[in-house]
């Protein structure tokens, strides 16, 4: 497959990413179909997330077995070497298609950094305490704080209108949503930023 290499190891690593690759569009294909003839209707608003996954992942696994990339960073510089047809064209369809594949991935980094936002957000939702109990929490422990008004000077106070909080943060609920935020929505955040 690839004989006008020297080096074995290279080659060999190439033809796995050459079948991989096209194990990829294949089932990004196959998800695509699936996702467009068979997602029942009570799934349909999940489901326009789920067909714009399955699409751009065609679209990465395309990008991906065109260019055939190898990157070599040299100091501050990231050098791009394409393996695959696209080489047969020219170096503009290699940039191309590395843009495709690169673009494609960060879509899908977004689109799954927005998942786990929504995801977070529920929990919230369902782990928040009433709002009144809370505020006669702080304002029986912390009576010199003021909950129910914030002064703004000596002569002027504003009600506070936003006191939430967790009553209990040993309950089912609170642990969950502290441990979605703690334990895994700060280090997928992190990753994220570095990739982007």
Known sequence: LFSTMKHPLESTFLTLHSISSVLAITLSLL?????????????????????????????????SSVCLQRIIAIDWALIIISYGPCEYIGPSTCFAATVTLLGGSTCFIYTVAASFVYRLMIALWVARDDDIAVRDLMNRKHTDYGADALEINQRCSVPTRFIVGFLDIRSVTSLTYLLILVVFFFPIYAIILCLR
């Open 31 to 63: 998800l695509v179909y699936v996702s467009f003839r068979h997602t029942p209707k009570r799934f349909a608003t999940y489901g326009i997330m789920m067909k714009f996954n399955a699409l751009v992942d065609v679209y990465v696994a395309i990008g």
